[in-house]
């Protein structure tokens, strides 16, 4: 018998939605008016993401709800289409909807961590080798700066954000929250995309939030945010603001690598077109004195994201 047929939906109308960059695929069924979303994963283990919506479901957080589950397929509640990207159309909502946003973490980061990998000092910093390995070499620049530059980013890491005592959840950001208004309090940000959660630093959602690849925010969005977060949880400006610039030149460092990645290697060329903007992310991040030490690293071995540099990245030479 079929996974559906199991669970009820074999004669379920089917309509593909949207994926992400992963190998992952979504299709939305529809069946006596009820809908579900099923979820294909050849490459990943759902049941860790299963095993996480029900630890945050339980938090009293929105993730969306397991139907049913077999190996690489789960059969999830539909949260609806009202990714707060789309539906941020002006400043008060925007504002409104990224208070939603903030308002789930806080409550998230009151609950100790599940057992999940660490994200350390260690383990973070290395992973920015993506964008050596992949946005510099792509670009066709040296990456003889790269350990030098891991080994500074270990240092600011570890001075700056050596906490693992919170769930992460990693991919935090516009496009993978929705807006469930019939909800209340920190239930009204609908969860997507954790399934690669870390236990990591309370400052390393925030800053996946209010620096988003994809979209800019509004004047004084970013500022509100950081404001909510320091007045719900009471931490001091000062350490939060340094981890933030730390975890967020991390974050941004090794999504250059990423999007590179996925234009050579999975033959997505228009996440290149984000490359300016996680740029500019980048750039406003190692302005922090926290990060002077991996900025005198980095400055002069990566190549900004010129026309050429983009055009090269986005057309790769075919691999032999």
Excluded at 54 to 67: E, F, H, V
Excluded at 245 to 269: C, E, M, S, Y
């Amino acid at each position: 018998m079929s996974f559906l047929a199991a669970a009820g939906w074999e004669a379920a109308q089917a309509a593909p939605l949207a994926g992400d960059a992963s190998a992952r695929r979504y299709t939305r069924l529809t069946l006596n008016g009820r809908t579900a979303i099923l979820m294909d994963d050849p490459d990943g283990d759902v049941h860790v993401f299963a095993r996480l919506a029900r630890q945050l479901c339980a938090l009293g957080l929105s993730a969306p709800r397991i139907l049913a589950e077999a190996p690489g397929q789960l059969l999830l509640e539909d949260l609806g289409d009202a990714l707060i990207a789309r539906i941020a159309t002006d400043a008060d909502t925007e504002r409104r909807l990224y208070g939603a946003a903030v308002d789930a973490l806080v409550e998230l980061h009151r609950h100790p961590a599940p057992p999940l990998p660490k994200a350390t000092p260690d383990r973070l910093a290395a992973m920015t080798d993506l964008a050596f390995d992949c946005y510099a070499a792509g670009a066709g620049a040296p990456i003889g700066a790269k350990a030098a530059v891991i080994a500074a980013f270990t240092e600011a890491l570890t001075a700056h954000a050596p906490e693992t005592d919170v769930m992460v959840l990693r991919d935090y950001h516009a496009e993978n929250i929705l807006w469930l208004p019939h909800r209340h309090g920190p239930a009204r940000a609908g969860l997507l995309d954790f399934q690669d959660a870390l236990a990591g630093h309370r400052a390393y959602d925030l800053v996946s939030l209010i620096e988003d690849a994809r979209r800019d925010l509004r004047p004084g969005i970013a500022n509100a945010a950081i404001r909510q977060y320091l007045d719900a949880t009471g931490l001091a400006e000062g350490p939060l603001t340094a981890a933030l610039a730390v975890l967020g030149a991390q974050r941004n460092l090794r999504i250059l690598g990423v999007f590179a990645r996925l234009a050579a290697t999975r033959g997505k060329p228009g996440y290149i077109d984000l490359i300016p903007r996680v740029w500019a992310h980048l750039q406003a991040d190692l302005r922090h004195p926290a990060l002077a030490p991996v900025a005198r690293q980095l400055g002069p071995a990566l190549p900004a994201p010129t026309a050429t540099v983009l055009d090269r990245l986005k057309h790769p030479c075919p691999m032999r």
